[in-house]
């Protein structure tokens, strides 16, 4: 934060993510630290310049946009404590990025997913949220978040937490923005604050390839009002290093208790790929989101930890196999008639690729019937085979 002295001197004053102040750098180019940081290393302040440079914004233009952001809200800086940022009609070149799904990266080589893997760092790394490149990043696979919240093109949303909200109808410490193009700042009012940290939503995210689907605690939800879009809604969060973190979601039509989101893009997160976007289009989208929640569930029954969003897309052909194996195996060799019989003969990787293939076979069955499936086709291979010992 840009701040003066007493006796007119410009400070450059830094804060950690509690607001407790880490030092102020003076006119002189000197780094003068607070109290409670007097005795640690704060060397690495001096590489915010380089990093203010590498975004082609400087300080003061950062510190004039937050003065700005938090006129229009009625605070003070001081009282801002966060605030992240998307480019709503951002652009990426996704072309030069592998596809990152795991099912494909199991059927290559270690050699060849390491040369993969670095092949996308160095893409990701190269890619510059603020180049024009206009490729038409989308939420899905026909609008951008700025046509679905009726902004010109090059607007940003402005996510800002801050304890001293005027706004008597927002219920918790965040508010959203709007900095057009020309770099004026609005009120975001065509989003309408409809839960705070104890929402009553389940709210499930996918992350930026698919590669995980889990449930997250939201600080603040906001539906959308837009003719494009029935009942989208953007949620916000606390991440990790105190990052606010922004999500775009649908809800089920009927209820509107069950959220389906991906993770939006700022300055501190990669950009989804194109087949997690895919996932919020057409028949795949708003129509599906019951069924994403039921698949969702029906895994959370069975004890799955880790969903993709193959076991989460609401398709029953490519659900309930992959990451139920495992738990299918432990249920099956821990059956006293079967378990004991078959343990001297299959592995637990055994079982569960059984189990797996099962369900290929009958996928018109549940999980439990095909559990008993496996059960009576492994106990009748280990009495043949056991049998086969006593013959000879």
Do not use: W
């Not at 233009?61 to 709503?88: C, F, I, T």
């Not at 180049?131 to 093109?153: F, H, M, R």
């Not at 969903?307 to 990451?323: C, F, K, Q, V, Y």
């Amino acid at each position: 934060m840009i701040d003066t002295a007493p006796n007119g001197d410009v400070l450059l004053k830094f804060y950690d993510e509690n607001q407790s102040l880490i030092a102020a750098r003076g006119a002189d180019g000197e780094i003068y630290p607070s109290e409670a940081f007097i005795n640690e290393d704060l060397s690495f302040l001096n590489e915010i310049d380089d990093f203010s440079i590498d975004e082609s914004l400087s300080l003061e233009e950062l510190d004039q946009e937050l003065e700005e952001v938090a006129r229009v809200l009625g605070v003070s800086k001081s009282d801002v404590l966060s605030m992240s940022q998307v480019e709503l009609d951002a652009v990426i070149g996704e072309k030069d990025v592998d596809s990152l799904s795991l099912e494909d990266n199991k059927k290559l080589s270690k050699e060849e997913q390491s040369n993969r893997n670095d092949r996308n760092a160095e893409a990701l790394q190269n890619m510059n949220t603020r180049q024009e490149i206009n490729l038409d990043k989308k939420i899905d696979n026909k609008l951008t978040l700025a046509e679905v919240l009726g902004v010109p093109a090059g607007s940003v949303l402005c996510v800002v937490d801050t304890d001293k909200i005027q706004d008597s109808e927002n219920t918790t410490r965040y508010s959203c923005v709007i900095k057009a193009p020309d770099g004026s700042v609005q009120m975001a009012d065509m989003l309408k604050q409809v839960g705070g940290k104890h929402s009553s939503k389940d709210v499930y995210e996918t992350n930026r390839d698919g590669s995980k689907v889990e449930k997250q605690v939201i600080q603040s939800s906001f539906e959308i009002d837009s003719p494009l879009v029935k009942n989208g809604i953007i949620n916000i969060r606390k991440g990790q290093m105190g990052v606010t973190e922004v999500s775009y979601g649908q809800m089920d039509r009927t209820s509107h208790n069950d959220v389906f989101a991906q993770k939006l893009e700022t300055r501190e997160t990669y950009p989804v790929t194109r087949e997690v976007r895919n996932e919020f289009s057409g028949y795949k989208g708003i129509d599906n989101v019951s069924n994403k929640m039921d698949e969702i569930k029906e895994h959370e029954n069975h004890g799955c930890k880790n969903m993709s969003l193959r076991e989460a897309d609401g398709n029953p052909d490519t659900g309930h196999i992959h990451g139920l194996s495992e738990n299918a195996a432990e249920i099956i060799l821990a059956d006293e008639h079967v378990g004991e019989k078959i343990d001297s003969i299959y592995t637990s990787n055994e079982v569960a690729e059984r189990f797996e293939r099962m369900c290929e076979k009958y996928p018109d069955k549940n999980f439990d019937e095909v559990i008993e499936l496996t059960k009576n086709e492994l106990s009748e291979e280990a009495d043949h085979m056991h049998g086969m010992e006593r013959s000879h």
